[in-house]
């Protein structure tokens, strides 16, 4: 990049940033002039502090007892790339209570200059976005660092987090077309999802990934009705209050993405498919283990019969009348099964060993 911000572009990294905080955004050229703001009025006037804080290459402090000139409160921090000071950063507001956002907005501003260098605006905010997600698999994000990424994919978020996934049933598994070819439902849905809340939205692992903070109920259920009319599948992760659970909720989510065999039609809340997203980070070899130890030698009228058993939480009597089946009759079946299987549906942990390898054969039958 070249030494200078454009003032186009600059407007633009003022938008998309400004929206993600509480206060006006200001951002200078290296002599101090305002080339971008959420106020068009200081469009063209010169900052003293900023042309100081580019000058000293450090951020100055505005105080109301210094304010003057038109110059707000406020902190202004220099925009510095490569060792070249390209502009500066102001945001306005009681110093002591602006300087931490001036701070992660210079982040999240020096994340979207680097990664459009090399790509165009969307794509470098599709880029970041799954940059975020990735970190928040890997547990390698602090709360600083999730807030200015955050701010460079879409928008800033702040806990309470909500992850939620639209999926497309009629391409979960299909051959992989590359990040950058969303499913057809999510495609349609994108602008939805961006109504959510404050956040970002991306296509990632055939999924539409919903990342935000303080999303209110109804326009989820917006969501989910524009979900529904696309017949898309919706995977939530319900509210997460820290950045701990909102990294497991990724982690577990990215993990039922990769089988999808395991995704419920209609999708699920998180919090319901437990079973499910142990057995998904299972590695395949450690599924079909455990498939042989527990279901080897079992039929599939067995497995079937096993499967209503797990339903029925391990009632004889429920599971008859899910398979239509005299009590005697399925009870007859469950005996010989668990001869056949050496063990007992009433020992402890029985039929969560069942669930499990049930599900663990529906991943490996449907990779």
Known sequence: MDGALNPALAQRLVDQVAASVAHNVNLMD??????????????????????RAAAERAAVRVHGENARDGVRPGVNAPLIVDGAVLGVVGVTGDPDEVE???????????????????????TARDAIARDVI????????????LAARSAAAGGMLDAPFRIIVAVDPRQLGAEASGPATPPAAAARLIRSARAVGSGFSVVDLDGLWIVVGGATAD????FRHRAREEGASILDSGELASLEALGDAARRLRALLAVPALIPPGGSSLDDLESEAIVAGMTSAARR????????????SDRHTLTALAAAGGSVSRAAVMLDRHRNTVAARVDRIQSLGGWSVTEPGALARITLALLAERAEDHP
């Open 30 to 51: 290296a002599d101090g002039v305002i080339i971008a703001s959420l106020d068009r009025s200081r469009l063209g006037l010169t900052h003293w502090a900023a042309a």
């Open 100 to 122: 931490e956002v001036a701070t992660l907005l210079l982040l999240a501003l020096r994340l979207i200059l680097d990664a459009e260098s090399e790509q165009d605006a969307r």
């Open 134 to 145: 990735a970190g928040l698999v890997a547990g390698a994000l602090g709360p600083a660092e």
């Open 219 to 222: 326009r989820i259920e917006m």
């Open 289 to 300: 283990e455990l498939v042989t130890r527990v279901l080897g030698g079992l039929s599939a």
